[in-house]
C-alpha cells in the first residue's frame, strides 16, 4: 500500500470508530433502521456521493461516480441490522435498547463501507 493511502486510511480512522460505536450503541432490528439509515446518508452526502434513499424502505445507495468514462461499476453493500440479544459487553458504547444489539459485526460493516465510500 502506498504510504499517501496508508496516511489517509489513519486519518479516517478515529471517525470510523466514532460512526461504528454509534451505530453499536443504538440497534435497531430488520426494517426499523431508520436512524441508522439517515445517519449513513448523511455521511455520504457530507462526502459529496449521490444518495437515493429508502430503497426497500430503510436501504441507501451512495453513487460515486467515476472521472473516467469507461462504463465499469462495482458494487459494494453491508447489512445494518441488530439482533434481539441482550448486550453484556461492558463498553461505554454498549447498547441503548435492552434487548436489541449489533452481535454479528453488521456496525462495523457498514462503518467500513462508509470507509470505502470515503
Request: proline content about 2%.
Amino acid at each position: 500500500m502506498n504510504d499517501s493511502l496508508l496516511m489517509e486510511v489513519r486519518d479516517m480512522q478515529a471517525e470510523l470508530t466514532i460512526i461504528r460505536q454509534d451505530i453499536h450503541a443504538h440497534p435497531e432490528m430488520t426494517m426499523e433502521e431508520q436512524r441508522t439509515s439517515a445517519l449513513v446518508a448523511s455521511k455520504l452526502k457530507e462526502w459529496g456521493l449521490t444518495v437515493t434513499e429508502g430503497v426497500g424502505r430503510f436501504g441507501v445507495v451512495g453513487t460515486l461516480t467515476s472521472i473516467k468514462p469507461d462504463n465499469r461499476s462495482i458494487g459494494l453493500r453491508a447489512d445494518m441490522d441488530a439482533l434481539q440479544l441482550i448486550e453484556k459487553n461492558n463498553v461505554s458504547y454498549v447498547s441503548t435498547k435492552l434487548g436489541t444489539m449489533h452481535a454479528c459485526g453488521h456496525d462495523g460493516h457498514t462503518a467500513m463501507l462508509l470507509g470505502a465510500a470515503k
